[in-house]
């Protein structure tokens, strides 16, 4: 299916050059002369090489269409992660390298979105934004203004985050999937 490079998102499977790509960065470049064009880092699903290339902002590419599954997140087994179809309790099991975006944010038991192209699992895909528990944070400092600060904190994951400095630790948060920000208390 060709789609215009800027509606390109992080995850995204392209067909290019004879291959298929997963999406790891995206990024609009707009200079100061010249036309726009999207920066796109991506790795090869089949070598695992990455390359960065840019394209027209005006430029049309190739993004593979995949069947999706819900599924649940069962557990890690070294570098080997598991997941069930929750119909038929069919069990998959993917690499980690496979996963790199959505570990910081994968708890067990976890409903996800596994794409597969012609039987074989290439993505998974996590809800919008998730529910998690902040175990690490700094004490607030007194005096400093709620506005425009954040102190480091760390997820029950492991994950760094950026929290205001009002939240402590064993508070549950939403955090946003795709930029891995702070949202709200939840």
């Not at 789609?3 to 470049?29: A, C, D, F, P, Y």
Request: glycine share 6%; net charge negative; aromatic share 6%.
């Amino acid at each position: 299916m060709l789609i215009n490079v800027v509606s390109v998102r992080v995850g995204n499977i392209l067909e290019w050059n004879n291959g298929l790509w997963r999406i790891m960065k995206t990024q609009h470049v707009t200079p100061g002369k010249g036309v726009a064009c999207m920066q796109l880092e991506m790795r090869n699903i089949e070598t695992g090489t990455k390359t960065n290339k840019r394209f027209n902002s005006t430029e049309k590419v190739d993004r593979v269409v995949l069947s999706q599954r819900e599924m649940q997140y069962l557990y890690a087994d070294g570098s080997d992660h598991h997941f069930m179809d929750m119909e038929s309790y069919e069990q998959i099991t993917l690499p980690a390298d496979m996963l790199e975006n959505v570990l910081p944010y994968l708890l067990p038991e976890m409903m996800v979105t596994v794409e597969f192209h012609e039987d074989r699992p290439l993505n998974v895909k996590l809800p919008q934004a998730v529910v998690l528990e902040v175990v690490e944070c700094d004490a607030a400092i007194k005096g400093q203004t709620a506005t425009g600060s954040y102190k480091p904190g760390k997820l029950e994951t492991g994950a760094p985050i950026l929290v205001p400095p009002y939240l402590e630790s064993g508070t549950k948060v939403r955090v946003n999937t795709e930029t891995g920000e702070f949202m709200e208390r939840a």
